[in-house]
Nanobody
Framework: QVQLVESGGGLVQAGGSLRLSCAASGSIFSLNAMGWYRQAPGKQRDLVVIITKDGSTNNGDSVKGRFTISRDNAKNTVYLQIYRLKPEDTAVYFC????????????????WGQGTQVTVSS
């Protein structure tokens, strides 16, 4: 009912920057919190940062300063700008959204994107 499509990942040298995008589409009544998580090989999926509909943000414990989230509510799109990339940022980055669906009342449903690989070379 809702699709999240990520883009913008790739191979980048340490110190570089990337901007990830995630566009939501489908039976969306209200796109509430959106966020990014990441999962490195052999590790659990961790929160990077989330942003609410009114623009409030909440960072994960391992993320400080180099990650900036933003959203364009008119486009149902969330962005993650990553600066000064480090090899330890290498992971699959997943988009997440809490969505109220058309015709489903005020319940929030969670959706995930397919993930986009970010690889940082040293």
């Amino acid at each position: 009912q809702v699709q999240l499509v990520e883009s913008g990942g790739g191979l980048v040298q340490a110190g570089g920057s990337l901007r990830l995008s995630c566009a939501a589409s489908g039976s969306i009544f209200s796109l509430n919190a959106m966020g990014w998580y990441r999962q490195a090989p052999g590790k659990q999926r961790d929160l990077v940062v989330i942003i609410t509909k009114d623009g409030s943000t909440n960072n994960g414990d391992s993320v400080k300063g180099r990650f900036t989230i933003s959203r364009d509510n008119a486009k149902n799109t969330v962005y993650l700008q990553i600066y000064r990339l480090k090899p330890e940022d290498t992971a699959v980055y997943f988009c997440n959204a809490l969505v109220e669906l058309v015709g489903k009342g005020r319940n929030n449903y969670t959706y995930w994107g397919q993930g986009t690989q970010v690889t940082v070379s040293s």
